[in-house]
């Protein structure tokens, strides 16, 4: 049996027991006393009965005898104890009684106080004239109403003690049902790796363990994804340096072997100058991609202006735009100060910017505005070529790039900063055409 299945079933034990326990304590007073009211209510009954029977005539022992012959057959038969009657007159004669020898004063001084044996009722018995003739006494022994609560609490053990035979079946029954699913995402967690040719696990209960299988089931989709990239990653990267590294080496055995002289020579020392570059450049923003993606303190927020920002990254690239005669428009709508890290979201425009200003035809628009649900919008739009189809959801892989493209590494860049700003960005094609960079700040 697992542990939660163990402790769940103790839990079930004990609150079972403390129902038994506070039920059968408040019964056994509630019923007591219950059945002595009962009993004291009969006894005044059946002696106001016996004394209207008795009521016409003399009262005499025989008469008494004659009169309650039939006494059994009286309205008493509901009651669940015996009764003892005595029929006395006003000075103390015994005129009928069910006991051998009575003691009146013994039983009256024994039906008071808490420790009491009897409940007794005395009524009148009176003549057509109002002259009391004498008493009838009924009194019922207390021992004999304990030992019917007694009866009735045995009846009510024995029924709990069924219940709770019932119930420790059912709850082993429910602890196997619970735990089932438990089991089985834990076998299965166990088995469980990232390469493997894993199946889903599935777990139809509808309840949190449910819901626990399905988010693990969605978290080893993500590991998967996270591997995949991971791969694509590294296979990219080693194509990326590869192709410098051979240009370097290249050339470099061209000087060497002295087949490269003069002129050439200087070429080639060029070459390998600005692969080296190139790769420095990779290697450094490989690094940077790193950093953004793995520690959380690289970001420093502060309250910035928006406007500022856009406006010191279109400077920067602004020479060559010129060059290239490009007219870069800037729409802003946002008016407050946004929390963000200045210098990165800087960068993360400069990116954007950047390509675009590579793929515009003559214009480029950076429009922001805050909408109704009051997040962010920032539009970088371009008035080139756009994409092809389906290459929009590649532009963010580390090492993509198109036709044009550099080394692919600025839009994961990009991608990582504004994802560190708990933003999200997309790319499509834009109307009638070029390209839309989308960012949302929320
Ligand atoms: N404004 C744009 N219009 C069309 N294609 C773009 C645009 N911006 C980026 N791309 C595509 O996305 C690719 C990846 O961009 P990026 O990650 O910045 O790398 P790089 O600029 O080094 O090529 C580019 O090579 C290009 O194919
Ligand atoms: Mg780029």
Redesign the pocket.
Known sequence: MTKIGSKLLLTYFLLIICIFFITSLSFHFISQRYLINGTEQELQKEAKVISQLLSKGALSSSSVQQKLVNRKVLAISERLTSSKMIIWTGNQDIIYSDLKEVNLAQIEEQSKGPGRKFVTKTVEISAKNGRIKGYVTLFARIEDIKEINQLMRNSQLISLIISAIIALFLGVFFEKSLTKPIRLLSAHMKNYTVRGTNKEISIHTKDEIGELADSFNALSRKMKRYDEDQKVFFQNASHELKTPLMAIQGNAEGILDGVVTGEDAKHSLNVIIAESQRLKKIVESVTYLAKLESIEESFSFAEESLDRVIREAVESVGAIAEQRGIEILVDNHVTGKVLMDCEKMKRAFI??I???I???ESKIVVKSFVTGGKEIIIE?T?D????AAG?EL???QRF???????????????KAIIEGHNGTIT?FNGQPK??V?QICIG
């Open positions: 990116n954007l950047g390509n675009a590579r793929y515009a970088i371009d080139g070529a756009g994409f290459e590649k532009v963010f993509y790039s198109g036709d044009a493209g550099g080394s692919g590494i600025g839009l994961a860049i990009t790319a070029g390209a960079f």
